[in-house]
């Protein structure tokens, strides 16, 4: 397995110390527009032989292609933001290697009605492709990072070993992460955290996707391991999108801990236009408004030495359990800002995004998961994938519930 990780930031920097400690690949290409990000990310494994690094445009196609063919590449990890999916995904079917992303190509909402009908939904257009895919025998496993990704895995565990009838599948995230010395740093990217949390979310319900006005349907979900209490939102996510295509739930939905000051700071970028990603002309220069906040704000992988608290990521599944009997539970995965920088470097939100498709990856590379098309995490045997989480020292957990009265 030869490998190549487009982007250098703190997911595409996390990978690389990941994978460092496994030995199921034979290179690993990290590439990146800006070659001071790809020499900051090879410098843990510097006189590696199996690292190396290399520049690219996301959004150039054809100098993808170009890169996967002169380093002989067999699987390509996109690790940069979702406006260039498209790019990489069709340089990766042009060139026949295998694609593998954290985040679908982008949405569109309803020109007419964007707080009740979907338009273009995340990941429509991969998967308008994917006949062609599965027709070549080529694999884009779509949507491998936390969430979606193990998330989607707990939903697919949850449908195989602790369920006859799944009523709500419902991704919950939540936190209690603080960073020293800046009144707002958020921990990962604002660019698309601004994209999916002020797009119109949308809900799976009795076999129909729909969709609510953004941070609608508020309620505290009590996370695990010390986290606490933390009010939740709806908001725009892949997981939604993903798991009804092969878990039969009447309900799914995706609820982020956002926070107060968080979302009031979204909105006011909103209603400032700072949000947008159109650009605007200032004293002669083309910029886009949310390019802009993005470089005001600090780079969420330089936060790690300044972060402190927890990260949750997990899946609440509510119906009937394999004996029939109602059964709530939720099942999440929990890591130390404290533990990944000791151990890695790394801050723990880059980090638990960067280590699920390195593991994906890990399976490809045994003939464990298989598979042509665009698929889900969720189409794969689950437990192979969670027994490799516990064997990468990052265990997940299990809490039983007192189901809800109906």
């Not at 150039?60 to 890169?67: E, G, K, Q």
């Not at 069709?90 to 007419?112: F, K, Q, R």
Request: overall charge negative.
């Amino acid at each position: 397995m030869r490998i190549l990780v487009i982007g250098a930031g703190g997911v595409g920097s996390a990978a690389v110390v990941i994978a460092d400690r496994r030995a199921f690949f034979e290179h690993l290409v990290v590439a990146d527009y800006d070659i001071a990000r790809v020499t900051a990310a090879l410098a843990p494994v510097e006189g590696d032989s199996r690292f190396s690094g290399a520049r690219v445009d996301a959004s150039d196609r054809a100098s993808i292609v170009a890169l996967i063919r002169e380093h002989r590449i067999s699987h390509v990890l996109n690790a940069v933001d979702p406006r260039f999916v498209m790019p990489i995904f069709d340089a990766c079917l042009e060139a026949g290697v295998t694609y593998l992303d954290m985040a679908m190509s982008l949405s569109h909402p309803h020109p007419g009605q964007p707080y009740e009908r979907t338009g273009e939904k995340l990941g429509d257009a991969q998967f308008a492709t994917a006949a062609e895919w599965e027709r070549r025998g080529l694999l884009a496993l779509v949507g491998v990072g936390v969430e979606p990704g193990l998330s989607d895995v707990f939903a697919r565990y949850a449908q195989d070993e602790l369920f006859s009838e799944i009523h709500e599948a419902g991704v919950r995230d939540g936190a209690n992460l603080t960073v020293d010395g800046y009144e707002f740093a958020p921990s990962f990217s604002i660019w698309t955290t601004i994209e999916e949390c002020l797009n119109p979310p949308v809900i799976w319900e009795d076999g129909r996707w729909f969709t609510t006005p953004p941070f609608s349907e508020p309620e505290v979900f009590d996370f695990p391991e010390g986290i606490g209490p933390v009010e939740c939102v709806n908001v725009e996510h892949e997981e939604v999108l993903l798991i009804p295509r092969w878990i039969d739930a009447k309900r799914v939905t995706f609820k982020y801990g956002l926070g107060n000051e968080f979302i009031e700071v979204l909105r006011t970028l909103h209603k400032l236009g700072l949000d947008s990603t159109s650009p605007v002309t200032v004293k002669g220069v083309e910029v886009s408004p949310r390019d802009v906040v993005a470089a005001c704000l600090p780079d969420p992988a330089g936060l790690g030495d300044r972060m402190h608290g927890k990260t949750c990521a997990g899946t609440w599944v509510t119906g009937l359990g394999k004996d029939g009997r109602p059964r709530q539970v939720y099942l999440y995965h929990v890591v130390d800002n404290a533990t990944t920088m000791a151990e890695y470097g790394s801050q723990a939100v880059v980090w638990q995004t960067a280590i699920n498709p390195i593991m994906a990856l890990e399976l490809l590379a045994r003939g464990t998961w298989s598979g042509a098309g665009v698929l889900g995490p969720e189409a794969f045997a689950p437990t192979p994938f969670l027994d490799l989480l516990v064997e990468y020292g990052s265990p997940w957990g299990l809490r039983e519930e007192a189901p809800r009265a109906s």
